[in-house]
């Protein structure tokens, strides 16, 4: 399909969604009208009512450039659209919101808010659904598609090529492969040679050429760059690198020179630092003041009848960049003992670990041993959700053994994380679990959100209400 038409299908999708829009406006305030008695007149939208509606579509045209609602669809799934809809949708009703309160009308209230917001919310991702299965419906009959060339028939290309039919609802259909290479994978059919490639553009209506070569340096790689310049197609190219890319990376000018962020990470913004440290406060000074002023002097107690020793523990981790930090716990396990074992490797706690006292299963159990650590949050060396930190010596035995290990460490540690809350705390014996542990962190540093700390809070409460396996 033309890059014209694709630009049409954008804007009929805009269209389509700014009519359902003003639908669901104008049924909320025919409904808005019967709910206090008055008799509907629909379309008659005049007003304030016209201003608030002149609102609604600006801000939707405005926040689905920034949600990317209208991206080709092409090139992502679903959900990612869905997302995109609901924050767009959010902000419709901060709009909502912020209009009421400005504007007192009996027809404009939150019964009115309330009945727009859902309504448009399930119109709209009904429409989504609907207009994708027509595309999907359209695909199957062969129209639809963008015809694509893949140039490079390596390990590269044949991956992108398995991606591309596999899902074949995307829309994509692979005209052929461009590769000057004496031995090509046989499954890489039809295959041409770089000299026949302006004969295959000139004679044929192609939307894309990717270059997945795994050498840019390469002078072919140059000589298909150069000549597809010539014709009007999408060019792209697939880095020879791009197994190091994260789930999301961003690519931005420094200068004359394109720079490749290998992964994006939300709190490198320093506001989101702000606003994640403001919280941190908070919340830390309320539990102290209500909480932590009564709980901790029994914890205290407890501690001392259950054994001889201190009543905190500290011990060295390592929190942002690697920097050592000095890590407090409500001390659970027998005073003296200790960390190495007679081989000089870590010993993490085990399952019925005769080290840990018997208050000390108790406050393992139910985390409450690492409440403490709000002190280190109170400090600025960790967070109250993160990365979880770990010892020196286990940093030490992780570095070589899992990949990407020390990349949690781009953010303050926390008392609780991602990984925390999906099972994968406690012992790490097996390579495989710390390799977990470290994709949940990367995950989380890679996609933080306030949402999501709040949900990682609740999952945290929720774990110590009902009980951990994995804490002993």
């Keep these: 399909m033309p890059h014209s038409s694709h630009k049409a299908y954008n804007l009929l999708r805009l269209t389509t969604d700014l009519f359902l829009l003003a639908i669901c406006f104008a049924f909320s305030i025919f409904l808005a009208e019967r709910h206090i008695g008055m008799i509907p007149r629909f379309l008659d939208i005049s007003g304030n009512k016209l201003i608030f509606l002149f609102l609604q579509i600006t801000s939707w045209i405005l ?24 924050k767009t949708t959010l902000a419709q009703a901060l709009v909502a919101v912020l209009f009421l309160f400005m504007v007192k009308e009996q027809v404009l209230s939150r019964y009115f808010a309330g009945a727009y917001i859902l309504l448009l919310l399930g119109l709209m991702i009904v429409g989504k659904i609907v207009f994708r ?86 002078p072919d790689v140059f000589r298909v760059l150069t000549l597809c310049e010539r014709f009007p197609v999408d060019l792209r190219m697939i880095p020879n690198f791009y197994h190091f890319l994260g789930t999301r990376y961003e690519i931005f000018n420094f200068g004359p020179f394109p720079f490749i962020s290998l992964r994006s990470i939300p709190l490198d913004q320093w506001f989101w630092r702000f606003y994640k440290r403001g919280f941190d406060l908070l919340l830390s000074l309320f539990l102290f003041v209500l909480v932590f002023s009564w709980l901790w002097p029994v914890m205290a107690v407890l501690i001392k009848l259950s054994s001889a020793g201190p009543v905190f523990f500290k011990q060295e981790r390592w929190g942002a960049k690697n920097r050592r930090i000095h890590c407090y716990k409500f001390r659970s396990m027998h005073h003296g003992t200790g960390d190495i074992d007679r081989n000089g490797d870590y010993q993490q706690a085990t399952r019925n670990d005769p080290r840990v006292t018997r208050i000390g299963r108790f406050l393992r159990r139910t985390n409450l041993d690492e409440l403490p650590q709000f002190i280190n949050v109170i400090r600025g060396d960790m967070s109250v959700v993160g990365p979880r930190p770990h010892p020196t010596p286990l940093n030490l035995e992780s570095i070589d053994q899992v990949q990407n290990y020390l990349f949690r460490h781009m953010i303050k540690p926390g008392i609780t994380g991602w990984a925390q809350v999906n099972g994968f705390r406690g012992e790490t014996r097996e390579p495989g679990l710390m390799k977990k542990r470290v994709e949940h962190d990367i995950w989380y540093i890679e996609n933080w959100s306030f949402l999501l700390d709040m949900k990682i809070l609740w999952l945290t409460v929720k774990n110590m209400i009902q009980g951990d396996e994995q804490a002993y």
């Excluded at 926040?63 to 609901?86: D, H, K, M, N, P």
């Excluded at 770089?194 to 390469?218: H, S």
Aim: proline content about 3%; hydrophobic content about 45%.
């Design 133 to 218: 299965g027509y595309l999907t419906l359209l695909r199957k009959k062969g129209r639809n598609l963008r015809s694509v060339i893949i140039a490079g028939a390596g390990d590269t290309g044949k991956h992108l090529a398995q991606f591309i039919r596999a899902l074949h609802h995307l829309g994509y259909r692979i005209v052929g492969f461009v590769d000057d290479a004496d031995q090509v994978d046989p499954d890489l059919q039809p295959r041409f040679r770089i000299g026949e490639m302006e004969k295959i553009l000139t004679e044929n209506p192609i939307d894309m050429v990717v270059v997945a070569a795994a050498d840019l340096d390469d």
């Design 63 to 86: 926040v689905s450039g920034i949600t990317r609602l209208y991206e080709e669809l092409y090139f992502r799934a679903f959900q990612y659209e869905l997302l995109a809809l609901l």
